[in-house]
């Protein structure tokens, strides 16, 4: 079975800052890792996947995620940090099936 | 090009009642997956459907059940609503069924058990 652990439930930060969202998975088969966001009412939009090759992976809006098999990890990162960008952010794992396992969830909020 | 569209936007029931959630997917798209999302928490996956059939389900008791239409649109129907159905309910569609195929999500129902 996967799972996903998203290990910051919050994460407020100013604006122009760097950002990390921190992500592990829990997999017994090679997996596909995604990183999604839900800005308010509204559902969630693809930021950046990784399915195979380079570990390091560019998303939408100047994110990107770095996989590490060795640590079951799948960080999102983003150099500099919009008010815009406040949401919620979801890491997602899937194996070889249907279903997407996403993880709790990180409430980035950005502020002045 | 016209995204995922779920209606109603909200819903309120009360305990017992049964319900359905409707989905249309993207254009081109032919798999459907449905997912409940519980305030502070990540969607849960409950079932998928491609071309009409279901192709995968998640931890979810029968009285969840669905259906996907010629045109690719979807059902969710609950029955015996329970107040911890009280959720946002996510539809998703995408080109095929493998997990590598990106879901485009739409903006959601939510439901509201009392």
């Known amino acids: 079975a996967q799972s996903v652990t998203q290990l910051d439930s919050q994460v407020p930060v100013f604006e122009e800052a760097p950002v990390e969202l921190r992500c592990n998975y829990s997999?017994?088969?090679?997996?596909?890792l995604f990183w999604y966001v839900q800005y308010p009412n509204q559902g969630l939009q693809l930021l950046l996947k990784?399915?195979?090759?380079?570990?390091l992976v560019k998303g939408i809006n100047g994110f990107e995620a770095e996989f590490n098999k060795s640590q079951t990890s799948f960080h999102l990162r983003k150099p500099s940090v919009h008010i815009s960008d406040t949401a919620e952010y979801f890491c997602?794992?899937?194996?070889?099936?249907?279903?997407?396992?996403f993880g709790k969830g990180t409430t980035l909020s950005v502020s002045s | 090009e016209t995204g995922v569209t779920q209606s109603p936007t909200h819903l309120i029931k009360t305990r017992g009642q049964q319900v359905t959630l409707r989905c249309s997917s993207q254009?081109?798209?032919?798999?459907v997956s449905w997912y409940q999302q519980a305030l502070g928490q990540g969607p849960q996956f409950i079932f998928q459907?491609?071309?009409?059939?279901?192709?995968g389900r998640g931890n979810f008791p029968p009285r969840f059940s669905g259906l996907q239409f010629p045109n690719y649109s979807s059902e969710l129907n609950v029955n015996a609503l329970e107040l911890d159905d009280s959720a946002l309910y996510l539809c998703?569609?995408?080109?095929?069924?493998?997990?590598?195929?990106?879901?485009?999500f739409g903006p959601g129902t939510r439901l509201t058990v009392l």
């Open positions: 459907y491609y071309r009409e059939e279901e192709n």
């Open positions: 997999s017994s088969v090679s997996v596909y």
């Open positions: 990784y399915l195979s090759g380079s570990t």
């Open positions: 997602a794992v899937s194996g070889a099936g249907t279903a997407l396992i």
């Open positions: 998703a569609s995408s080109l095929s069924w493998s997990s590598y195929n990106e879901q485009f």
């Open positions: 254009s081109g798209h032919n798999t």
